[in-house]
């Protein structure tokens, strides 16, 4: 059974730093990997998706990450803001047509 | 832009009550997902389905039954709302080809009391 872990739980940062978030998945047969936001109490935010056959997806202040092979992807934040300010969340999408997400990293960029 | 809807932000209902969630997407995407998302347990598939009149049990199914009569809507039906149920509730929906990205509605907080 896929299981996908994040790290950290909770991260604090000033403004204007650059910041790296981790994945890791124990099954590398997947399709895809997404990365979302969650402001609170808010539905999610599709920021980047990453197909397997791919190593990097950018947008924007934005890049993530893929090496399938040892499971891991990362979610790279250039210059942060405070309104970057949110709940990070991984997914995969194996053999089933749902994702299996991480529990998440909270991100707060302090002004 | 992808837009998908659901019919209530926010519900409380009382023990024992049937509870319809709806979820609608304009996209035509043939898969479409019901998860809920709790404190310390993060977000658990429910039921989906990949076409009308189609469905398949998620990971915590008991409890819950879904309806898909047309393409465009996605119903999450709880049979006799319990407290267990309360929830943060989440409709996402995708093309049915696994290289495409899912798309989430804004979420139908339900609390049963």
């Known amino acids: 059974k896929q299981e996908v872990t994040q790290i950290p739980a909770a991260l604090s940062v000033p403004e204007g730093e650059n910041l790296v978030l981790n994945c890791s998945f124990t099954d590398s047969a997947i399709y895809n990997l997404q990365w979302f936001r969650q402001d609170p109490g808010k539905g999610l935010t599709s920021l980047l998706l990453?197909?397997?056959?791919?190593r990097e997806q950018t947008s924007g202040r934005l890049n993530a990450s893929l090496d399938k092979s040892s499971g891991r992807s990362t979610l790279y934040i250039a210059a942060s803001q405070p309104g970057d300010s949110a709940t990070y969340l991984c997914a995969v999408l194996g053999g089933r047509r749902a994702l299996t997400f991480g529990s998440g990293t909270r991100l707060q960029v302090q002004p | 832009d992808v837009k998908v809807t659901q019919s209530s932000r926010y519900l409380v209902k009382r023990t024992g009550e049937k509870v319809f969630l709806e979820c609608v997407q304009d996209?035509?995407?043939?898969?479409m997902f019901w998860y809920r998302q709790d404190p310390g347990l993060g977000l658990r598939l429910i039921y989906f389905?990949?076409?009308?009149?189609?469905?398949e049990k998620g990971d915590i199914p008991e409890g819950y039954s879904v309806s898909r009569e047309k393409k465009e809507r996605f119903s999450l039906i709880l049979e006799s709302a319990s407290t267990n149920q309360t929830s943060m509730y989440l409709c996402?929906?995708?093309?049915?080809?696994?290289?495409?990205?899912?798309?989430f509605g804004p979420g139908t907080r339900l609390t049963v009391t």
């Open positions: 389905s990949y076409d009308v009149k189609m469905k």
């Open positions: 996402a929906s995708s093309f049915r080809d696994r290289g495409h990205e899912q798309y």
């Open positions: 990453i197909q397997s056959s791919q």
């Open positions: 996209m035509d995407h043939e898969n």
